[in-house]
T-cell receptor, first 109, second 121 residues
Framework: GQQVMQIPQYQHVQEGEDFTTYCNSSTTLSNIQWYKQRPGGHPVFLIQLVKSGEVKKQKRLTFQFGEAKKNSSLHITATQTTDVGTYFCAEGAGNMLTFGGGTRLMVKP | GAVVSQHPSWVICKSGTSVKIECRSL??????MFWYRQFPKQSLMLMATSNEGSKATYEQGVEKDKFLINHASLTLSTLTVTSAHPEDSSFYIC?????????????????FGAGSRLTVL
């Protein structure tokens, strides 16, 4: 499957600061999905982006899909301790998903 | 929404024994289920695709004789780790897609089970 690179691997922020994680691919992505995995938990679907340049918002979370459909980002405004976890992007081609390496977010209260 | 139940949530076994993990789609049918393995602080790696009524498709490097997959019905897939060794200790997660989900409104979106944490002593 396609290689989806995700950065940064880890991010420590102070509560209230913003946070962004990026996914990049060398080839065009058919779509991009974002999942959140809390410590000790399982991945939970957040959103899917399909269209070039698409931007979607969920409260403090903003998801973007690049114009060339080769990159995506997840931005969290004013992080809270409940945002702690690992955020994965994933590309769904056909019937399966290929996950990025994930960005582990830690929030200091 | 779609719910996937995975059992057991954790298991400890002795080296050389076999462990079976079940994955059930509770309120939808899944002709295909996926088995992932996740080592600590790492991403999810697809092990195999479980197909109802036929053989599973294994990813490169995954031993099919060691990780036996059975998908006997539209709502149940099982993963059996045979002759488990300490290096098999990991978090195993299954997932499934609701085949009736309309295309374009979340197609390919997976619902994950809660995972099974296997520790082999």
């Amino acid at each position: 499957g396609q290689q989806v690179m995700q950065i940064p691997q880890y991010q420590h922020v102070q509560e209230g600061e913003d946070f962004t994680t990026y996914c990049n691919s060398s080839t065009t992505l058919s779509n991009i999905q974002w999942y959140k995995q809390r410590p000790g938990g399982h991945p939970v679907f957040l959103i899917q982006l399909v269209k070039s340049g698409e931007v979607k918002k969920q409260k403090r979370l903003t998801f973007q899909f690049g114009e060339a459909k080769k990159n995506s980002s997840l931005h969290i405004t004013a992080t809270q301790t409940t945002d702690v976890g690992t955020y994965f992007c994933a590309e769904g081609a056909g019937n399966m998903l290929t996950f990025g390496g994930g960005t582990r977010l830690m929030v200091k209260p | 929404g779609a719910v996937v139940s995975q059992h057991p949530s954790w298991v400890i076994c002795k080296s050389g024994t076999s462990v079976k993990i079940e994955c059930r789609s509770l309120d939808f049918q899944a002709t295909t289920m996926f088995w992932y393995r996740q080592f600590p602080k790492q991403s999810l790696m697809l092990m195999a695709t479980s197909n109802e009524g036929s053989k599973a498709t294994y990813e490169q490097g995954v031993e099919k004789d060691k990780f036996l997959i059975n998908h006997a019905s539209l709502t149940l897939s099982t993963l059996t780790v045979t002759s488990a060794h300490p290096e098999d200790s990991s978090f195993y997660i299954c997932s499934a897609r609701d085949v009736k989900r309309p295309t374009g409104s979340g197609a390919n979106v997976l619902t994950f089970g809660a995972g099974s944490r296997l520790t082999v002593l």
